[in-house]
């Protein structure tokens, strides 16, 4: 896999030549200046990898911002399993994005912002857009063919309804004792995780997870950032779900 | 525990008297504008945590900015095992101090900025006053009351002299091959994770780090920042070792 990896949705078939949309031109040939016959990474959102090359890049075409690639392999990724769908009530700003990013890296399947009653964002559906472009930057970054679909923002507890049952909840901290064991059986069913807001998961909210056999975990006895419970808890996940790679 | 915590290293008896230093005052004082009776935590970075009450806080006080505090009780907090220490090859600027937040909330003992093959970033040793200030800070917010030491940087062959054999490096992934499993034993022996730059460890690294029975772990088959790796396998480790409290 090149390290130049540019987001492609419609991936051709070997042989075929493919242009990459505008903003991807720009960033293959006005900010790498990649040069004809530079090899490079097409990924397509939807687990296909593509080896190509830069076709032509004269001086005409590079002004345009129109970069051509020859695809000469495809890959085809299994979708990992199991399929993780995190919810998660938005942290302010920037710090969503930092969600987004490491949830991709990560390889969640979907990503629902969740309203709690703790809330202290509300996500704009505006945003979508804008989370949409740092999923597909993530996607370039990490080498993830598979792009996490992101769900509109939706109340806690029409989430609750529309959610896999089985999975985790972020939970905060209640006491110094000595940590448990969990002994979840885990197969290929998809998994839910649910991080709070700051304040945590109400008690009403925490009720209605455990009512639908979703179980609380934490991950040491600190207060954990949202930025910080995401990669996390979906690093126990992995390690649970022996998803981990110990090579 | 109050969510108002301070940062205070030499916390006297129950009943005593305390003034918290010139910074920790203006926040008590001039962000938060704290008043007499309110109540409030401090933590002394060595595993004792204290309620305390902010006693006087005239007008001439807080121009002063001199927080007394009356310390109302203690309680001390195991240290957690296994201890955990951190090696990582510092990213640049910002992304350094998430690592430090990350690695506090997650409760690691040490942490190590290493120099490694393929490094993006020379840590300065200047910077090692304000990484303070960060883990500090992050103490005081996540409320973990032990204070993570963090060492001047250190190039990868000293440090791996120095530290605990018994660990985690965290590996580039090298296949889309299904993963396999960790069966390592843990007790509460400590226990080192190993971080390297964005580019990965060097061969050499890595086989250096094999000879000392340091085991090679990714979380799924991508590739992830290091701001990201540092959470993922801290929440793994603390999954492995059965410090996650399934509650």
């Known amino acids: 896999m090149s390290s130049r990896r540019f987001y492609c949705p419609d991936i051709p078939p070997v042989g075929s030549m493919v242009q990459l949309n505008a903003m991807e031109s720009a960033h293959a040939l006005k900010v790498l200046r990649l040069k004809a016959q530079d090899p490079l990474t097409l990924l397509d959102g939807n687990g296909t990898l ?64 969740i309203l709690c009653q703790f809330a202290v964002s509300k996500p704009d559906v505006d945003g979508k857009a804008t989370w949409e472009q740092t999923l597909i930057a993530a996607c370039k970054q990490s080498g993830n063919p598979w792009l996490p679909t992101i769900q509109p923002p939706c109340p806690f507890h029409d989430a609750l309804g529309a959610t896999p049952k089985r999975g985790f909840f972020g939970a905060v901290p209640q006491s110094w004792s000595p940590s448990s064991e969990t002994s979840s059986p885990f197969g290929d069913e998809p998994l839910a995780l649910w991080i709070g807001p700051e304040g945590g998961f109400s008690q009403a909210e925490e009720q209605l997870l455990m009512a639908q056999h979703v179980t609380p975990i934490s991950i040491g006895p600190w207060i954990l950032r949202v930025e910080t419970a995401v990669p996390a808890l979906l690093g126990a996940i992995h390690s649970l779900a022996k998803r981990s790679n110990a090579l």
């Open 50 to 113: 593509a080896e190509a090359v830069l076709i032509v890049s004269d001086e005409r075409q590079r002004q345009e911002r129109h970069a051509l690639c020859r695809v000469d392999s495809i890959r085809r990724i299994p979708r990992p399993t199991p399929a993780i769908h995190l919810l998660v009530a938005p942290p302010r700003g920037k710090n969503m994005d930092t969600v987004l990013k490491t949830a991709t890296e990560l390889g969640v399947e979907t990503i629902t912002p």
